[in-house]
């Protein structure tokens, strides 16, 4: 009798132990918190993850991708608990399938699209034309993102569109994943120069502005940011109750951005 009230007393604190096992595996996946974010925001958003986990012990996990790339994931399926789009466009493309809490789609910062060059030599142009862009071109190509879905190459050949100059760089263009492969060909002196966001440019020590497309020129380049459909745990609402804090307010101003 003793014999097996010791075995059946040894299956309970197994079964236990199992239990907690499982519960502390639960938890701690439920603790991490994925973000998808435009690849524009690597920098800026590293470092409000740093900020953030030097007060919290909750898991942050970053994915940067392009914002279309990140969308359609998302859309498929991916584990994300947070998106930021560089464009409305995927935001409401996942909104009209009911994959995000509209109430929580929320603008969060502006920024703007510029011409930078490798050439350090090269000074800030004030009037963009045919004959300053074939200057500045050399021959080479212009690196930017896939302007067929691409949110900054989406911006830029707008841009292009309105000062009439898009059909002379059309067919000269060298297309990107996203906006930072675009910045990276320039930095490799791949592209004599690249259509790229103005935050880009500022937080590389490898390329110069060199024309800034004012806002009259195309739509204003808006990041928003929702919390993922079924996705509202405590850890996530406070991650992103964080982001949108006035706390972090300057360190987006540091990397360049502009506040709505």
Not at 53 to 64: A, P
Not at 205 to 214: A, C, G, L, M, N
């Amino acid at each position: 009798m003793w014999v097996s009230m010791i075995t059946y007393a040894k299956k309970l604190v197994l079964i236990a132990i199992t239990s907690g096992l499982c519960t502390t595996s639960l938890e701690s996946k439920a603790d991490t918190v994925n973000v998808f974010a435009a690849s524009s925001l690597v920098t800026v958003l590293s470092e409000v993850r740093r900020q953030y986990l030097s007060k919290s012990s909750e898991k942050i996990k970053n994915s940067f991708a392009a914002s279309s790339t990140l969308a359609n994931q998302i859309a498929r399926g991916a584990p994300s608990d947070i998106f930021i789009s560089a464009n409305k466009s995927w935001m409401n493309f996942l909104d009209k399938q009911l994959a995000i809490n509209t109430t929580s789609k929320k603008l969060f910062l502006l920024n703007r699209i510029v011409l930078a060059a490798y050439e350090k030599n090269w000074r800030p142009i004030e009037v963009l034309t045919k004959k300053t862009v074939n200057t500045l071109l050399s021959g080479g190509r212009l690196s930017i993102g896939d302007p067929t879905h691409v949110p900054a190459g989406i911006y830029g050949k707008q841009a292009l569109q309105t000062l009439g100059l898009w059909k002379i760089i059309q067919d000269r263009l060298a297309p990107a994943a996203n906006v930072r492969a675009a910045l990276a060909m320039v930095e490799r002196n791949e592209t004599p120069i690249g259509l790229i966001y103005r935050t880009d440019a500022l937080n590389s020590k490898k390329v110069k502005i060199v024309f800034t497309f004012q806002n009259t020129s195309l739509n204003q380049i808006e990041y928003i940011m929702a919390i993922v459909q079924s996705k509202e745990r405590p850890a996530v609402k406070a991650y992103y109750n964080f982001i949108m804090s006035p706390a972090v307010k300057h360190i987006y101003a540091r990397f360049g951005f502009e506040l709505p």
